[in-house]
C-alpha cells in the first residue's frame, strides 16, 4: 500500500503562486510514477501534470496539461519521499480540489489517464480569486 498526503492548499490571489506537497510512503519513492489532478467544483477531475520515476530535469521527465503548461511546475525529492506541484500565475479558474496520484511502476515515461494511477491522496483545497 502506498499513502499520500497533500498539502499546500489555500486561498491567493490571481497572479500569485503556491506550491503544493505530496508526502508518499509505504513503497520506496523511486518506484513510484505520480501525478497531480483536479476536481473543479461541478466539474470532473482532470489531469495537471505527471513525471516519471526520476523526475530527472532532462526534457521528458514530465507532462503538463495545455492550461497549466508555462504556469505549473512538477518536481520531486527522493530524499524527501514528496512531490511538488509549483504553480505561478494563477487564474481563478486553476480553482479546485488538487489530488496526488502514484503507481508503483518499474518501466519509464509518466502516466496522464487517471485509470492507469492505484493510489491517491485525499486533496487539497485551492481557491485563487480574482
Known amino acids: 500500500q502506498v499513502q499520500l498526503v497533500e498539502s499546500g492548499g489555500g486561498l491567493v490571489q490571481a497572479g500569485n503562486s503556491l506550491r503544493l506537497s505530496c508526502a508518499a510512503s509505504g513503497r520506496t519513492f523511486s518506484t513510484l510514477k505520480m501525478g497531480w489532478f483536479r476536481q473543479a467544483p461541478g466539474k470532473e477531475r482532470e489531469f495537471v501534470a505527471a513525471?516519471?520515476?526520476?523526475?530527472?530535469?532532462?526534457?521528458?521527465?514530465?507532462f503538463y496539461a495545455d492550461s497549466v503548461k508555462g504556469r505549473f511546475a512538477i518536481s520531486r525529492n527522493i530524499a524527501k519521499n514528496t512531490m511538488y506541484l509549483q504553480m505561478n500565475s494563477l487564474k481563478p479558474e486553476d480553482t479546485a480540489v488538487y489530488y496526488c496520484?502514484?503507481?508503483?511502476?518499474?518501466?519509464?515515461?509518466?502516466?496522464?489517464?487517471?485509470?492507469?494511477?492505484?493510489?491517491w491522496g485525499q486533496g487539497t483545497q485551492v481557491t485563487v480569486s480574482e
Open positions: 496520484a502514484a503507481k508503483v511502476d518499474y518501466s519509464s515515461g509518466y502516466l496522464i489517464r487517471q485509470t492507469e494511477y492505484d493510489y
Open positions: 513525471i516519471n520515476r526520476s523526475g530527472g530535469a532532462s526534457g521528458g521527465a514530465a
